[in-house]
């Protein structure tokens, strides 16, 4: 059977005020713009009945998401606790205090810094910290100034090209690789000059000696590690050895697994905080807090990281800061920990369950809590699987695969994720029949031509009958496991 319940599935003795909380809150809001209310019910409506693999989607608690919509949101509060440009940010500094504490407790970090409003944003912090820290810093000391302000127009232009003068090495994108670790399209690969690793070809594996051997010889000022797509566990106290052996930074984005760390599921040398200098997080992940990011680091980047704003930040959003607070205490309850090992044992069960229907999975499984499937073997291309897994109520995302012939739009790999169904109270049964599903869409897919003739990486056919069957049965398993149980909105 399923694990017991886990929030956002309340205790029954909660469910009728938070229904009456949500009921009201549309009720004020219909009263101004309905459509926007109409929006809100339907989108809670479409998250009931989706089947959602979406390895970075969760769902919040009713206590996480009734924390952000409140007169915080009104509130300018730049600088830092105790500390602020703004009068009259007592209320703010609770709550930004309350998310940072629990946040260190948690994750047992020196620090923590819980303004950034996404993951990306967290990275940026992180990259200008360490570039405070390691490239600013001493040309100030060089240079005797206190502060940029205080440089000589020569010394600044000196300092300005040194920023962008600096290596980073990360995971390559078709390994699993996150686009803020140093990709051209974004900021991190105009800023930095870049490099990176990949996996083993024949076991999709991280080859730690590959590794070594190319910060040897690159010798990055960060080595990044983390991921997005990448279904195995990273051993953070070989990839610390590396990097103090080359003289990086080690920055971990924990982005995807800040669950699995949160609920002691990694842990020793998986544990990325011990290991790491910096750690960066989304908090909505399989975290399960608001959409925002979070900075964690040792004692001495904490000054540089608190800088965050105004180095690449605004105002901070004080209602999103109330909102992490009250996740990471859910975080630090012992249910968060039956949570985050039951995400796991249910992406295991989910693998397996693929795997012994024939399915090709990159690695041949999964640690944590995604497995990738790589669909060339079913005939199909990301895109074409994606599509038909839709069709039949099933919500993935496409995804590259290690050396991908498809390239990243059309791609070979369909990505899943089992924190979110985890979260409605999905177990292992369940999963083996979800991979039951899975299977029978990608096998009666078949590619279609393209409408000029010749073959189609987008075009597919299925059989409307198999759609059909499939969601029925995908909308019969969800409703043994009812989202937000409760909280009516009719
Ligand atoms: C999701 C993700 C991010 C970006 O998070 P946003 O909140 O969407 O900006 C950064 N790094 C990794 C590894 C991610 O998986």
Redesign the pocket.
């Known amino acids: 059977m399923a694990e017991p319940s886990v929030t956002p599935q309340s205790p029954p003795s909660r469910r009728s005020v938070e229904s009456t909380a949500f009921r009201s809150a549309l009720e004020v809001i219909r009263g101004v713009e309905p459509r926007v209310a109409d929006a809100i019910a339907a989108e809670v409506a479409d998250q009931r009945e989706m089947l959602k693999l979406i390895a970075?989607e969760n769902y919040a608690s009713p206590a996480v998401l009734l924390a952000m919509g409140n007169w915080f949101s009104d509130k300018y509060a730049e600088g830092t606790v105790g500390r602020r440009f703004y009068a009259g940010c007592r209320n703010v500094d609770t709550v930004e205090s309350l998310a940072a504490e629990h946040a260190r407790t948690v994750f047992g970090a020196a620090h923590a810094y819980v303004q950034p409003h996404?993951?990306?944003?967290a990275?940026l912090v992180a990259f200008w910290a360490v570039l405070s820290q390691r490239v600013e810093r001493p040309a100030l000391e060089k240079a005797g100034a206190r502060q940029v302000n205080d440089l000589s127009e020569e010394d600044w232009a000196a300092l300005r090209a040194d920023f962008g003068n600096q290596r980073m090495l990360g995971m390559s994108l078709d390994a699993g690789g996150?686009l803020?670790h140093g990709f051209r399209p974004n900021i991190s690969g105009k800023m930095f000059e870049q490099r990176s690793y990949g996996t083993e070809p024949t076991t999709g594996l991280v080859d730690y000696d590959a590794l070594r051997a190319a910060a040897r010889e690159f010798r990055p000022l960060i080595l990044v590690a983390?991921?997005?797509a990448y279904p195995r566990l990273v051993n953070f106290r070989i990839m610390r050895e590396i990097a103090d052996e080359v003289g990086a930074t080690l920055m971990v984005?924990m982005?995807?697994f800040a669950g699995l760390v949160a609920g002691k599921v990694l842990t020793g040398d998986f544990d990325p905080v011990p290991h790491a200098n910096i750690v960066t997080t989304?908090t909505?992940?399989s975290l399960r807090g608001p959409?925002g990011?979070m900075v964690l680091c040792d004692d001495s980047l904490a000054e540089h990281v608190d800088r965050g704003c105004p180095m690449v930040l605004g105002g901070p959003l004080p209602h999103v800061m109330a909102a992490k607070a009250v996740a990471l205490a859910e975080a630090g309850r012992p249910e968060f920990g039956t949570y985050a090992h039951a995400v796991v044992d249910n992406a295991r069960s989910l693998a397996e369950g693929l795997l012994r229907r024939g399915a090709k999975l990159v690695t041949g499984g999964t640690d944590n809590h995604l497995a990738l499937i790589d669909v060339s073997s079913y005939g199909l291309t990301g895109r074409q699987a994606e599509a038909a897994l839709l069709d039949a109520g099933i919500v993935t995302n496409r995804n590259s695969v290690p050396q991908d012939p498809n390239g990243a739009w059309y791609t070979s790999g369909i990505r899943i994720g089992t924190p979110a169904l985890t979260t409605r109270g999905l177990g292992a049964p369940e999963m083996d029949e979800i991979a039951g599903l899975i299977d029978t869409v990608l096998t009666a897919a078949t590619p279609a031509a393209a409408a000029k003739g010749g073959t189609s990486k987008a075009n597919y056919v299925l059989d409307p009958a198999v759609a059909e069957q499939v969601a029925a049965r995908s909308s019969d398993l969800l409703a043994g496991f009812p989202l937000y149980p409760g909280i009516d909105l009719s």
């Open positions: 970075s996404s993951g990306i944003d990275n996150h803020t983390g991921y997005s984005d982005a995807h989304t909505h992940k959409r990011g």
